[in-house]
């Protein structure tokens, strides 16, 4: 069971995704879908992640090139591998906290590396390399869309990492001032750009979640019978397709079923009861079966068929015979019954074997017990000489 309908889905839709936070059980099937989303994006974004990373070896280069060993064995030797290490970490099985403070970590990690060579440096230049440390959050919050509770903190502690950094440089007062506040205003905005991201991914997969509902609700319907709730004669066909696909050579029964004199019930009563009578009727049949792939059907009118996949005639006649006194203990009254004061049903069974029988032999031959049941006295179950 999901926990979760589609009521629930329309009430989230009208405010819980702005929250950025659903009811229980839509909060845990939203997360299962971040975590495969995690996987994928993460596995993706690897090589890009990797190239940009390993591109600012470039700036090192020209414009820190005394510390550019240094700089080049933290990225080949420590933050390169962390980053590798951390896409093959992640599992679509891992809690989708486990997910983001793994990317979180690694990020920050790049921050401090960008920062600890800044500092190495202690000039203008130095300064002017501590700004790469900003592309970092900016970077975490809007490709790598991390969820955005994490992504708060992590800006946080982050921001404040990297304004330390400025504050603690040698550049002028006013200098540091315009780098905390670029910094602040940079980080804010993908922040807020984070919110907008999840916000949007939240409706869509609210969205999606609820055209799923409502296509299997409308796939089911189109396989039952609207009066009665039993399969109708299309989940009766894609059944039988699937046994004599896959099960040849296993026995299968099928039992046709009659309400006697229906049309006089409803001449006495009127179609309101008569209608009553048929939910009864498949309530009383369906309530009769014991295993999960018997499949009882309203085969048209007062007309009902079940297929019984792995049973013989023996077992067919014991269900239909089971099926008829259910029916008659029912006690709906009958008065213009030739049969019986109460409702009642003939049933016609037959078996075969799946491979030697096709399956409309297996409806004729049914139909035609059933008919000799109606010629020769109604009210019970009948099989072919």
């Not at 329309?10 to 839509?26: I, R």
Request: glycine letters at 4%; proline letters at 3%; a positive charge.
């Amino acid at each position: 069971m999901s926990g979760y309908d589609a009521a629930d889905i329309e009430l989230s839709l009208g405010k819980h995704y702005k929250k950025l936070q659903f009811p229980e059980a839509l909060e845990a099937a939203y997360h299962q879908r971040r975590r495969e989303n995690r996987v994928r994006l993460g596995r993706k974004s690897l090589p890009r992640t990797v190239i940009l990373y390993n591109l600012f070896l470039i700036d090192d280069y020209l414009l820190l090139p005394h510390t550019f060993m240094i700089a080049l064995f933290l990225h080949a030797v420590i933050i390169t591998p962390a980053i590798i290490f951390e896409t093959a970490l992640i599992s679509s099985k891992a809690s989708l906290a486990r997910h983001e403070i793994t990317i979180i970590f690694t990020s920050f990690l790049v921050v401090l590396q960008i920062l600890f060579i800044g500092a190495l440096n202690n000039n203008t230049a130095g300064a002017q390399y501590d700004y790469f440390s900003i592309a970092v959050p900016v970077y975490l919050n809007i490709s790598l869309r991390t969820n955005h509770r994490y992504a708060r903190l992590s800006s946080i502690v982050m921001s404040a990492s990297i304004a330390g950094a400025f504050l603690l440089n040698n550049q002028s007062f006013a200098a540091k001032l315009a780098a905390v506040s670029f910094a602040a205003a940079l980080i804010y905005m993908s922040l807020f750009a984070n919110y907008e991201l999840e916000r949007a991914h939240r409706y869509q997969f609210l969205r999606r979640l609820l055209d799923q509902i409502q296509i299997d609700e409308a796939r089911e319907r189109s396989r039952h019978d609207p009066l009665t709730g039993l399969a109708n004669r299309l989940l009766l066909q894609e059944q039988v397709k699937r046994l004599w696909r896959e099960a040849a050579g296993i026995a299968v029964a099928a039992v046709m079923l009659d309400v006697d004199h229906f049309k006089l019930f409803n001449d006495r009563y009127g179609h309101a009861q008569g209608d009553l009578c048929l939910q009864r009727v498949a309530g009383a049949i369906a309530s009769s079966l014991r295993r999960e792939d018997d499949l009882a059907v309203r085969y048209g009118g007062e007309e009902f068929f079940v297929l019984l996949p792995g049973r013989d005639l023996e077992a067919a006649v014991q269900i239909a015979e089971r099926i008829r006194r259910a029916i008659e203990a029912l006690a709906i009254p009958h008065e213009a019954s030739r049969a019986s004061p109460v409702v009642t049903a003939s049933i016609g069974a037959f078996a075969g074997i799946i491979g030697t029988v096709s399956f409309a032999e297996l409806v004729e031959q049914a139909d035609a017990a059933l008919y000799a049941v109606k010629q020769s006295g109604r009210n019970r179950v009948g099989t072919l000489p």
